[in-house]
């Protein structure tokens, strides 16, 4: 297909004097042929599935895609006839210059998504650069092999030029993508040009004006390919932390998900598979109204008890929320269940961490157990141990499946069975602004499982308007009075009743379904309320 | 901003991480495993060697076939105190078509895959369940708690048309305002029947299924796509909905099956409306069932494994047996036979004349289950990936994902086991049978392998083993005429001091019914030893 528009008669008629050109050397150029055909097509294919995944409507991304590419080749295969000498140097130059854009196109465009305003200038800028060259080359290589007579010629580097296509074609979704992701082909292929430009640079050497020149050329290009090929997963990583608005200080792929810290002066934050958890400018406002009220609800039910008071917190493994528990001296015993070993262990061991959570995983009342929440409960309940006074669900939103069995009415009847009678607990549950339905079906829920929810909210500004769910064994009235002792910056006893209020335009809609475990509509309703015009990240795992 | 464009973004870069790391493809090994058809061939060809000097036992009851039915009978008399029983079990291992088998990266079913939780109504089956803690605290409340390992999570099911996976089984895309007036009329049509009793105050479907009321029995006698046809339903969304449901229940069409089963499938355990309608599943599929039956009947070296039992005499109750495995023949003397293994099998270890059920009465679907080690969990365009994962117009019924409820600890280990079902569905079962059993290793791992392709392109070279299992009786077809007319009457009628008890005799091919007459069995054989007890179904 793109060779149709890059046919143009060799500038000069060829010689049809019987010049030896060596066999092995034809065959040669025609296998460059194949190469530089074979690239070209990649290339473009590369572009048009980066511009679908980050631009979206594929088709259009296609069309002109390919559109613009086979209108440069045409202008390229135009401006051909303007290079009148030189055509072996400027054949190796004209590779080099697809290497380097090809071969970096991929990384380029992942980083220009990360950094610019629009990325579709630098796209098309790509793309006309790419496919002038790529015009370009098939003259003049049809010029380099003038010894040949006309029909053998064209047949010849036109069937090559069609078969790379095929090639092409063929490789890049089924081996390509799935084997070395996008970055990486558009490097590997680069290197491919390269080799064809080292390779005419080697066997023309007479043609060459400033052979050496040329050669070291080659070899920059040659080995800034290469170096980013061997660190193409970290470019392709760097170019997801560009997508931070601060720089990235810590990041680590654990077995379950990737954790990255960013700071920008005192603001601190970390995202789970780039998902904000928290801003320390603000995160004291989400522990205060997730912890304090639950905990007075519990100092409600059950005054008499000044130790020895038994918390369950499931997820929170960065132990902000065990600090505003630890500020409560009736606290006896901490329970912490969360997935992820990387996690407890860095909040327990970075000291700019230890510092935010104020070294809470240091406690003695602090007991961490590294496993999937529901298990443990299971477990909790099979062994018959001691139920809880008060239950903190404090786990990332439930945007997929393995998550959403967390906010199920099993879960929670489960939850419920390890509570004692005058058990509360509290649930973080989305924003019931930015995600109505998914906070009300985890209210709904929670009705189902016979938990009594009390919904509240509070606004905290790095997250927007979020919900929570107090609960409870038996029915009570939410609390009205803090308890006194820890020092609160967000939380007070005139705050305290206005949580509890929602506006109209956050009223509960009527036809949100409970999350059952065997079809989890939560899971949907997340989806559906993220992709509204509303939507906006909230704290995915 | 766009979170979409950064979670592709994220995938990408992790796509890019884990593929740096990997090699090429490895071979893939395949094998047959499961049922051993020469051993029960032997049986049909005469190819047990003669007895000599057979070692002679005693027993109060022996049990002949170790699957759903007959290990659901040894728990029974187990709990009934009686401790004098003999398994014999011809397979190297019990479980019978609710085996489970085992590849590296997970245990896997080699057929029964799944119950459903049982209606109100089935009290024996609670029991079991309360036994095996399956459920957990009272059972006999209308939503008992089930121990939630057990149950099947969200997403339960999803189907390929198209080439874009959905939720649910009944294929929307692209449906006519007239398909979704026939579909709202089929609900419709069900939630009426649904809960109704006859006027003999049974239900109208109940399980097991001869317990059904005799008001809509006449159902029986007509296929379920003529019962389409007399409702008006001809969309074919809604036909091969309710054709899948036969297939994958029956491993037969709507034109083979018969009405009344047809809608029984929809019905006996109450439509999903308000209350959680649970699927219990394990890796091994209902193999953990029949394991946990085995543990809690206690038989120890009374369960007798690689033991054919060849020759029955119902007047004295004398069991002649072969050891494949030892070599050495037995000589049981009972006063009761539960016979739990498939009934066409009966007569060709009774004496000649004895079994008056005409052959050929029952029908049988083989079936072919192919169990699939991938080194990436399959993901396809569309709707997550689900439990049970179904291609519309396909002969096959898809695959089940062995690792689907696995704890999250395990959800970073890459790979799972994807088992793959096809009934053989011919009209002449024994050509079908012949098909199932001369096809090589070759021939069939390249059918399942070119299957799945068809709904994931490229995914053959994630295999990394096929464990194909093929059951040339995988369950007695329900067809027209089946359920109430003579042959299963008789094939239910005991003969001397045998009792015929598998599945098959029970009516539908469920773990229910086997469970059932296990049960309704053992209680029978109680009661002739004079030890009586209330029933538990």
Redesign the interface.
Known sequence: MDAEDSVSAPAEAPAIEATELHRGRSRMLLVSVLVVATCGLVYELISATMASYLLGDSVTQWSLVIGVYLSAMGLGSWLSKSIERHETERFVQIQLVIALVGGFSATMLFLGFAHLASVRPLLFSILVVVGTAVGLEIPLMMRIMRGYALKDLVARVLAFDYLGSLAASLLFPLLLLPYLGLVRTALAFGLLNAAVAGWSAAHFTPDLRRPGWIKAQVGLVAAMLGAGFVFGTEIEDFGESQLYDFPVIFSQRTPYQRLTITRWQNDIRLFINGNLQFSSTDEHRYHEALVHPVLAASVQARPEVVEGRRVLVLGGGDGLALREILAHDDVGRIDLVDLDPAMTELFSSHPMLVSLNGGAFEDPRVHVHNADAMEWLLQHRRDDGDKFDVAIVDLPDPNNFSLGKLYSNSFYRLLGTQLRDDGVGVVQSTSPYLAPRSFWCIVATLEAADLNPRPYHAHVPSFGDWGFVLIAKTPRHPPLHLVPGPTRRFLSDELMSTLFVFPADQARPDDVEVNRLNDQMLVRYYEQDLAAPLGAAGRGG | MD?S??????A??????T??C?TSPRPVTSRFVGQLAERGHRLRDGGIPPASAPTPMTASVVIVGGGAAGLSAAWRLRRAGLRDVVLLEMEPAVGGTARGGELPRSRYPMGAHYLPAPHPSFRGLRTLLGDLGVI?GPTDRPEP?????Y??????ERHRYKGRWDPGLYPTLGESDEEQAQWLRWRDHLRELDGRRGADGRRLFDLPVLGSSTELRQLDRISMATYLDQLGLDSWRLRWTVDYACRDDYGATLAQTSAFAGLHHFLSRGLEDEV????LTWPQGNGWLTEQLSERAELGDRLRRDTVAYAIDPDTGVVEAWDAAAGEHLRISAHTVLWSAPRFVLPRVLPRGRDRLPAGALTYSPWLVASVEVDEVPAGIGT?LAWDNVPVGADNLGYVVATHSQ???D??VPGTVLTYYEPLLGDDVVAERTRLLSGSLSQWTDHVLTQLDGMHP?IGRTVRAVDIARWGHAMVRPVVGHLFGEGLRQARAEVGRVIPCAADVGGLPLFEEAFAAGVRAAERALAQLGRSEATIL
């Open positions: 979170l464009r950064r979670r592709v973004l994220g990408m870069a992790t796509g890019a991480a593929s740096a990997r957990v708690d089930y121990e939630l390992s149950v099947c999570r969200g997403p339960v959680d309608r649970f699927i997550d704890s999250l600890v959800a970073h490229g």
